[in-house]
């Protein structure tokens, strides 16, 4: 079964610090997709970014980066210069691939609250 | 505009009465989800549809009933069996395909008095 864990339940930084959220995951396929949502106090999930197994490339947008490491099976989010705006919960989530029977499996989610 | 709709936004039952939640997206997806939140656990999957008339049941499913006669829409009924109600529901939309990411709409929180 498949399983997605932040061990970070709430994190705080002052503004324009630099901060980075974990995500560990376990699956037994060789082929899986990762995402990153972002939920404001609005409630709606935004999505961020998605990853499949077989790109480990990091990626960067923004003040945002991805650090995609299959040997520790982790999948972190970093922000640079974090902004009040950035304040959230962050969902990590992992998808199976399963030709349309696609189902994701949530974390628990980080709070992330940014101190102005 | 594009997106997923979801009514209403605060909703109060009293317990024993089933309740249904809207959702309706004009994404064209063919598929669309239904999630429960509640604190400090993440969202968990309730049913979920990849054609109209047909949907499966998720990881928590119990007390709960959904319908898909068209594909815009895919309501969410909270029966008298459910144990515990209240929650934030979230509905979500996608395109059926390996790895594609899913639309969530802006959520549905419910409390039972």
């Known amino acids: 079964a498949q399983k997605v864990t932040q061990a970070q339940t709430e994190i705080s930084v002052v503004e324009k610090e630099d901060v980075t959220l974990d995500c560990v995951y376990e699956t037994r396929d060789t082929t899986y997709y990762l995402f990153w949502y972002k939920q404001p106090p609005s409630g709606e999930l935004v999505f961020l970014i998605r990853?499949?197994?077989?790109?480990?490339q990091n990626e960067i947008s923004g003040r945002y980066s991805w650090n995609f490491q299959k040997s520790t099976s982790s999948f972190n989010f970093t922000i640079t210069a974090s902004q009040v705006v950035d304040s959230a919960v962050y969902f990590c989530?992992?998808?199976?691939?399963?030709?349309?029977?696609?189902?994701?499996?949530f974390g628990t989610g980080t709070r992330l609250t940014i101190i102005p | 505009d594009g997106g997923i709709t979801q009514s209403p936004k605060y909703l109060f039952r009293k317990e024993g009465q089933n309740v249904t939640l809207s959702c309706e997206q004009n994404l064209n997806h063919d598929a669309m989800y239904w999630y429960r939140q509640d604190p400090g656990q993440g969202l968990r999957l309730i049913y979920y549809s990849q054609i109209v008339n047909d949907f499966q049941k998720g990881d928590i499913a119990e007390g709960y009933s959904v319908s898909r006669e068209k594909k815009e829409s895919f309501p969410l009924t909270v029966t008298s069996a459910q144990k515990n109600p209240t929650a934030f529901y979230l509905c979500a939309s996608s395109i059926v395909a390996s790895g594609n990411e899913q639309f969530f709409g802006p959520g549905t929180r419910l409390t039972v008095l």
């Open positions: 989530a992992l998808s199976e691939s399963n030709f349309g029977n696609e189902k994701l499996t």
């Open positions: 990853r499949n197994s077989f790109d480990e």
